[in-house]
Nanobody
Framework: QVLLVESGGGLVQPGDSLRLSCAAS????????VGWFRQAPGKEREFVAA????????RYSDSVKGRFTISRENAKNTGYLQMNSLRPEDTAVYYC?????????????????WGQGTQVTVSS
């Protein structure tokens, strides 16, 4: 497992942008798939985006495709989620996860390590 810490959340207006970061500790981070999930009050945690260890596979949920971009810098042990054209429905706590399991990268159950989450609020 790796230790993950998310940052970059905040309160923004519709149409604004934010970049979330997921800083990892541990020498195995570079071999992990990194996934971003979000959870709104009263709702289940839902998949947002994921990127495999070498960036060879990138996946997005339909709700964020074209607006969000996932990336990673293995040399810095950090993953990123660039969020553009934010909408009120993007409001949630955003979590990053890491896994080496080889399971479905859009499933929360695949991930062994999780950060504590960062709040993103989109409101006018």
């Amino acid at each position: 497992q790796v230790l993950l810490v998310e940052s970059g959340g905040g309160l923004v207006q519709p149409g604004d942008s934010l970049r979330l970061s997921c800083a990892a500790s541990g020498r195995t981070f570079m071999w992990n798939t990194v996934g971003w999930f979000r959870q709104a009050p009263g709702k289940e945690r839902e998949f947002v985006a994921a990127i495999t260890w070498n960036g060879g596979t990138v996946r997005y949920s339909d709700s964020v495709k074209g607006r969000f971009t996932i990336s990673r810098e293995n040399a810095k042990n950090t993953g990123y989620l660039q969020m553009n054209s934010l909408r009120p429905e993007d409001t949630a706590v955003y979590y990053c996860g890491a896994t080496m399991s080889g399971g479905a990268i859009d499933s929360a159950g695949t991930y062994e390590s999780w950060g504590q989450g960062t709040q993103v609020t989109v409101s006018s």
